[in-house]
Nanobody, 124 residues
Framework: QVQLVESGGGLVQAGGSLRLACSAS????????MAWFRQAPGKEREFVAA????????AYADSVKGRFTISRDNAKNKIYLQMDLLKPEDTDVYYC?????????????????WGQGTRATVSS
């Protein structure tokens, strides 16, 4: 069983930055692929970024590529999402997700464990 807790959301102006963090419980963190997804009210949860178990493999949605950076610290059982050059359309609830494996999967149906989410709001 894996428990995930997100933090770091908040309100920021367009062009600003936020850093989200996700803390994971469980001894198998270093064996797991981790990812960030986001969801707006009435919309499907969409892929943002993923990172493989070793941190060597990453994947990003086209909409955030070049602005967001995913990273992990296996010693601390944490992943991060550095969000720069934020836009109002980045306003969403951001969810951390986990699954076994080493590849940065994009499909939300492949993830077994989810956090409760943290809200990021970008004002124009």
């Amino acid at each position: 069983q894996v428990q995930l807790v997100e933090s770091g959301g908040g309100l920021v102006q367009a062009g600003g930055s936020l850093r989200l963090a996700c803390s994971a419980s469980g001894r198998t963190f270093s064996d797991n692929t981790m990812a960030w997804f986001r969801q707006a009210p009435g919309k499907e949860r969409e892929f943002v970024a993923a990172i493989g178990s070793t941190g060597d493999n990453t994947a990003y949605a086209d909409s955030v590529k070049g602005r967001f950076t995913i990273s992990r610290d296996n010693a601390k059982n944490k992943i991060y999402l550095q969000m720069d050059l934020l836009k109002p359309e980045d306003t969403d609830v951001y969810y951390c997700a986990s699954r076994g494996g080493s590849l940065p999967y994009r499909d939300r149906d492949l993830y077994a464990y989810w956090g409760q989410g943290t809200r990021a709001t970008v004002s124009s």
